[in-house]
């Protein structure tokens, strides 16, 4: 078996290391509440944070999510109406700004000083509709990812929504978990580096920095995807092929995120293929759907990028398939076992498992 | 798991496995399992049952130690059980005879691997420790040795606890209550102390774990005619051992029919109980194919009646009882020691 030079031994006590705890294990960060086309005039009811929450856009078509309850009689607020910029609750007309504060209870002069709902922090982009959890304010933007911004002219691609059984942290390590790449998938690869990154330089064509440096978590897998002779090994050579997009065979995935999602770009020969966004719907424990947007780098030819996109949604739903029965399945209360490719997973889990505690930290007093 | 800190119970075993005794068990029939592992729960733990290079059953945990990934989702490659997730590799002992890719195999990579045999068309797992403490039971009639029969198998399921069932055919006067036996009849058990005298139902049951009865039913079967059962009292002789049982029903000193019964512990809800009817196949009415069959029903029907008082049923500590109890007081006493020594071989 190859080693990987750029992986150290890892020297810890077992006990040290991070468990991926039951329940909603959820770190302080932006995650997906549903994509943009879902949320029109009618308020939506949906379930995030084990939490029944309700989404609505303001006057300004701007997204709100809040609690689902009016505090006044109980009544499902998604079964109300946007008036004046304003969700009125369906039972007594109690209407509620994008702050979750009640601002007019009809016929009472004097608004209750509790008539209030946690709101979660909210912004649209990239055809997303992103929620904030945690702490009351968030603590970082939502991530820059250049092909669906700026670039969005020199990319063409699909939106992917996933629902699985897993927990928000299986969805996000996976793509740290770079030996299973050859296991699971089973991809032969050669002569793989695996880095975990230090500096943003080495992330640059994911996007702007993820700031603060404490949110940000991104590694590097390079290597070979040779290609055998396809009379002697056509599965491994048709795979190889497959994955490597007929370019080449030297390959670069660049993954780097926050701890509710990821950016993602891979090149062949230096030749960049595709990127990917990818966030969490986090509905509750072990409730959860991986949701994103994955697209090819246009190539100049109209067919070359079409046969690439083609192939790039069958790798990426064939991928999908193998990864989502694991994350359903696995047991996440027990203790894991680590070698030295685990290397990177523990590094994740460490600074994952330190964004969970900051989000306890202020759901704790919020409850 | 908080319970355990409660009740004073060893860590990391859940209360149901500490109410099981140590047994022999139907994991599965073995038809079920055919060259791809198959996921189960059994003593309300998750399972992978899979057959080795010899095509050996193997029931182990179904958590990989490594990443914790579903090893009834994996391969059979070489006699081993391959995971999934990063093809670390088990044997049938539960030892992981690879690590893909770790430049040696970490100390502490080891599932539990439960003793296990296949016989009478079953999967059967042993729970109590590391190794049976004696055999699983002869049962003749599947082995050829009563020449040609007639056979079934049944199948049920059910939210009480293995033991409910069990002592169901130690209990005498349920058979009046609920099966409708008349009620100016009155079967009779005796609790038997020799081995041999349950040598019907098969060679003896090893380790000290057999126990056994009989029950003599004064009344006549419904559709024999009085001259064949004349003066021939029905009767049943059970010899069980804590997870099962073996029956012979006899109209005097014949055979009717035989009966394997063995329970599955699924978790605290769920129980399942199957096994096999057999008859000789022999001359006359007795053990002709409508004979079969309207054993089978009688089977079925009284099977329900069973059903349906255990679906309504709560526990109890058997301190309110009368002189027919004595069966399954017996058997009770017999069984809770059979508990204890799981929990024994268990810590």
């Given amino acids: 078996m190859t080693q990987h030079a750029e992986s150290r031994l890892l020297r810890a006590t077992p006990t040290a290391l991070p468990r991926n705890p039951a329940g909603l294990n959820a770190a302080a960060a932006w995650y997906v509440a549903m994509p943009s086309s879902r949320l029109r005039r009618r308020p939506q009811a ?28 109980g009544a499902s607020l998604a079964l109300g109406r946007v008036t004046g910029g304003t969700l009125r ?95 699971l998938h089973g991809l032969a690869l050669r002569n793989v580096a695996f880095t975990v990154l230090n500096d943003y330089d080495e992330a640059a064509a994911n996007g702007a ?90 190539t100049g030819r109209a067919w070359r990028t079409a046969a690439r996109l083609a192939l790039f949604w069958v790798q990426n739903r064939a991928g999908t398939a193998q990864d989502v029965p694991i994350y359903n399945t696995t047991v996440t209360d027990d203790t894991a076992l680590y070698v030295r490719y685990d290397n990177g997973v523990v590094r994740f889990r460490r600074w994952y498992q330190g964004w969970v505690e900051r989000a306890h930290e202020t759901e704790d007093e919020q409850a | 798991m908080s319970t355990d800190a409660a009740t004073g119970r060893a860590p990391g075993r859940t209360g149901f496995q500490q109410e ?17 592992p198959v996921g189960l729960r059994l003593f309300d733990a998750p399972v992978v049952v899979w057959r080795d290079g010899g095509g050996r059953p193997v029931v182990m945990e179904r958590r990989c130690p490594h990443q914790g990934a579903d090893l009834s989702l994996g391969r059979v490659t070489d006699g081993s059980l391959r995971c999934p997730f990063h093809h670390w590799r088990f044997d049938a002992a539960g030892a992981c005879v690879e690590a893909s890719g770790a430049a040696r195999i970490p100390v502490g990579a080891r599932i539990r691997s439960y003793p296990v045999a296949e016989r009478y068309g079953f999967v059967w797992v042993w729970y109590g420790g590391g ?25 049920y399921r059910t939210p009480v606890p293995p033991r409910r069932v069990l002592e169901n055919a130690f209990d005498p006067a349920h058979f009046r209550f609920v099966h409708g036996v008349p009620r100016h009849t009155s079967p009779t058990l005796a609790w038997l102390t020799d081995p041999a005298a349950t040598s019907v139902n098969g060679a003896p049951i090893g380790g000290n774990a057999w126990v056994g009865a009989r029950l003599d039913m004064p009344l006549r079967l419904p559709v024999v005619p009085v001259r064949m059962s ?88 058997g301190s309110v009882n009368e002189p027919q109890d004595q069966g399954v007081l017996r058997f009770r006493k017999y069984y809770e020691g059979w508990v204890e020594r799981a929990r024994e071989l268990e810590k």
């Fill in chain 2, 20 to 36: 099981l005794a140590a047994a022999w068990y139907v994991a599965l029939p073995s038809g079920r399992l055919g060259r791809r």
């Fill in chain 2, 230 to 317: 004349a003066g021939r009292p029905l009767s049943l002789i059970v010899d069980a051992w804590p997870g099962g049982q073996r029956l012979t029903f006899q109209l005097g000193d014949r055979a009717i029919a035989k009966e394997l019964l063995a329970v599955t512990p699924v978790h605290p809800g769920l129980t399942i109980f199957q096994g096999w009817t057999v008859m000789p196949r022999s001359q006359g009415l007795l053990s002709s194919p409508a004979a079969l069959w309207a054993y089978r029903y009688q089977h079925w029907r009284g099977t329900l009646q069973d059903l349906k008082i255990y679906r309504h049923v709560a526990p109890t500590d």
């Fill in chain 1, 89 to 183: 609750g369906p039972f007594h007309h109690w209407r509620f700004d994008t702050t979750g504060v009640c601002v007019a209870v009809h016929g009472v002069d004097r608004i209750p000083p509790t008539a209030r709902v946690r709101r979660y922090p909210t912004v649209e982009r990239y055809g997303f509709v992103w929620v904030w959890y945690g702490t009351p304010e968030p603590l970082y933007d939502v991530p820059d990812f250049p092909p669906l911004a700026r670039d969005q002219a020199r990319y063409v691609g699909f939106r992917y929504a996933d629902k699985t059984t897993g927990t928000i942290r299986h969805l996000l390590e996976n793509a740290v978990d770079h030996y299973h790449f050859r296991t």
């Fill in chain 2, 131 to 155: 190794e049976p403490l004696y055999e699983v039971p002869d049962f003749p009639p599947l082995t050829g040795s009563l020449g040609p029969v007639r056979r079934y198998a049944f199948t």
């Fill in chain 1, 209 to 298: 920095p993820i700031r603060p440096r404490s949110a940000w978590f991104g590694v590097r897998i390079r290597g070979r995807l040779p290609r055998p002779p396809v009379l002697h090994h056509p599965w491994v050579w048709l795979t190889s092929v497959v994955a490597t997009f007929g370019v080449g065979e030297g390959f670069d995935l660049l993954v780097d995120g926050w701890p509710g999602g990821q950016r993602f770009t891979f090149s062949v020969d230096g030749e960049e293929i595709y990127a990917v966004l990818m966030g969490v719907v986090p509905t509750g424990d072990r409730d959860t759907t991986q949701i994103g947007w994955a697209g090819v780098r246009r």
């Fill in chain 1, 46 to 73: 949906l379930d995030l944070f084990g939490q029944p929450l309700v989404a609505w856009r303001d006057g300004g078509g701007r997204p709100v999510v809040m609690s689902r309850w009016c505090p006044h009689q």
